[in-house]
């Protein structure tokens, strides 16, 4: 099904304020759902509705809730999102952060207790914007893990995303925002759902064997989803885990902690004002020209073209806004679900 992104963000915040979402968040949230699909990433966009309707429901999520202040101490501030929606509280948290940041050179930021933050790369543009640099460590929780250790068969942790963001005076930010799994959990599920394999390398099955199939993850006997780029990503997950949430929000995945639908992100981060380093404009001019020598390399045999990170994701969105936003039937047949639950029957194409 081809949708515009106009009118798919239209019916996501109409399903939400018929949940009781206020008309504010419900446009937050649903604005920053149809960017995750406009910007390639189906996983982290209108997919999601039926797990957030459901953690309505449930009250695990608290769709009016704000972020809290719990800690001031100079650099550091730790905000409580109080269970309310990450696309709301994980924002309110970011600009008290950059607020910091403006005033003394630097914030480290906890923000606890956020539900679902979505992209992360969005907590990254909305530094960017404000000429910050930002680096995100963020764990997930709630729920069973779903990523085994590397060298492990069983899950131990889950996807833990990671994003740096650097801002560019009048043109796109660099944006490296990468779950720390082989693909993102959202991924299998969208690839499942399609019914098609996922790429070498992404799952293990029970025995820890390599599979392509997605349904490890959906159906027994489960198995898990890898680290990316082996020991080394592994060990970035493990500090997602450690600084997103043992530092920021004292909720890691070890079993000590609640595990249920929920889905809980803890956010360790940091924003600096470049201002506070050589001067906006000498970074920028070193940002700019390492850019153009990335450039100029010569691609290798099956590229195009050296791409910057956060690349991919402009040119998905340029494509999905001229076009639409294809959403796969079986994704579309739970949105409506979960519309339903709500009190909307009727679909929007
Ligand atoms: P991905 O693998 O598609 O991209 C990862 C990064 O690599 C991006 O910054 C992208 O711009 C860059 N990239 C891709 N191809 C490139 C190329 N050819 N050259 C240069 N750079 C390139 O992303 P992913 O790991 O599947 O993550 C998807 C999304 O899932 C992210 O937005 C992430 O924040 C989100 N996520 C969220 C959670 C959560 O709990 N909230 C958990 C996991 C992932």
Same mark, same amino acid.
């Given at each position: 099904?081809?949708?515009?992104?106009?009118?798919?963000?239209?019916?996501?915040?109409?399903?939400?304020?018929?949940?009781?979402?206020?008309?504010?968040?419900?446009?937050?949230?649903?604005?920053?759902?149809?960017?995750?699909? =406009?910007?390639?990433?189906?996983?982290?966009?209108? @997919?999601?509705?039926?797990?957030?309707?459901?953690?309505?429901?449930?009250?695990?999520?608290?769709?009016?809730?704000?972020?809290?202040?719990?800690?001031?101490?100079?650099?550091?501030?730790?905000?409580?999102?109080?269970?309310?929606? %990450?696309?709301?509280?994980?924002?309110?948290?970011?600009? =008290? @952060? !950059?607020?910091?940041?403006?005033?003394?050179?630097?914030?480290?930021?906890?923000?606890?207790?956020?539900?679902?933050? %979505?992209?992360?790369?969005?907590? %990254?543009?909305?530094?960017?914007?404000?000429? /910050?640099?930002?680096?995100?460590?963020?764990?997930?929780?709630?729920?069973?893990?779903?990523?085994?250790?590397?060298?492990?068969?069983?899950?131990? /942790?889950?996807?833990?995303?990671?994003?740096?963001?650097?801002?560019?005076?009048?043109?796109?930010? !660099?944006?490296?925002? /990468?779950?720390?799994?082989?693909?993102?959990?959202?991924?299998?599920?969208?690839?499942?759902?399609?019914?098609?394999?996922?790429?070498?390398?992404?799952?293990?099955?029970?025995?820890? =064997?390599?599979?392509?199939?997605?349904?490890?993850?959906?159906?027994?006997?489960?198995?898990?989803?890898?680290?990316?780029?082996?020991?080394?990503?592994?060990?970035?997950?493990?500090?997602?885990?450690?600084?997103?949430? %043992?530092?920021?929000?004292?909720?890691?995945?070890?079993?000590?902690?609640?595990?249920?639908?929920?889905?809980?992100?803890?956010?360790?981060?940091?924003?600096?004002?470049?201002?506070?380093?050589?001067?906006?404009?000498?970074?920028?001019?070193?940002?700019?020209?390492?850019?153009?020598?990335?450039?100029?390399?010569?691609?290798?045999?099956?590229?195009?073209?050296?791409?910057?990170?956060?690349?991919?994701?402009?040119?998905?969105?340029?494509?999905?806004?001229?076009?639409?936003?294809?959403?796969?039937?079986?994704?579309?047949?739970?949105?409506?679900?979960?519309?339903?639950?709500?009190?909307?029957?009727?679909?929007?194409?």
């Amino acid at each position: 099904m081809l949708i515009s992104a106009a009118k798919l963000t239209q019916f996501a915040i109409q399903v939400f304020e018929a949940a009781g979402v206020n008309s504010n968040n419900a446009k937050l949230v649903g604005e920053h759902l149809v960017e995750a699909n =406009l910007k390639g990433h189906d996983s982290h966009g209108v @997919g999601m509705i039926p797990a957030y309707i459901n953690n309505i429901v449930t009250q695990l999520l608290t769709p009016n809730a704000d972020a809290r202040v719990i800690r001031d101490k100079g650099a550091v501030l730790v905000i409580d999102g109080q269970h309310g929606f %990450g696309q709301v509280v994980g924002r309110q948290a970011t600009a =008290l @952060g !950059i607020e910091r940041a403006k005033q003394i050179g630097v914030a480290c930021v906890g923000s606890r207790n956020n539900h679902h933050l %979505g992209r992360i790369g969005a907590y %990254g543009e909305q530094c960017a914007a404000a000429g /910050m640099v930002s680096v995100h460590f963020v764990n997930v929780v709630g729920h069973n893990p779903a990523v085994s250790p590397w060298g492990g068969r069983e899950p131990r /942790m889950t996807t833990n995303p990671f994003c740096v963001v650097v801002p560019r005076p009048g043109t796109w930010p !660099i944006v490296l925002d /990468m779950a720390t799994s082989a693909v993102a959990l959202g991924k299998v599920r969208v690839a499942y759902n399609k019914g098609v394999d996922v790429p070498d390398g992404a799952l293990i099955d029970h025995e820890g =064997l390599p599979t392509n199939s997605p349904k490890v993850m959906f159906e027994r006997p489960l198995g898990s989803l890898g680290p990316f780029g082996q020991h080394k990503g592994y060990g970035l997950a493990v500090m997602c885990e450690l600084l997103g949430g %043992g530092l920021a929000g004292e909720w890691t995945a070890q079993p000590e902690h609640p595990r249920g639908h929920n889905i809980v992100n803890h956010m360790f981060m940091l924003i600096v004002d470049p201002e506070a380093f050589g001067g906006l404009s000498t970074f920028q001019h070193e940002v700019q020209e390492m850019v153009k020598y990335l450039e100029s390399t010569t691609p290798a045999k099956g590229f195009d073209k050296v791409q910057i990170p956060g690349e991919p994701e402009q040119n998905t969105m340029a494509a999905r806004r001229r076009d639409g936003i294809e959403i796969d039937e079986s994704s579309w047949q739970g949105i409506m679900r979960a519309a339903s639950r709500v009190g909307i029957m009727a679909s929007p194409v």
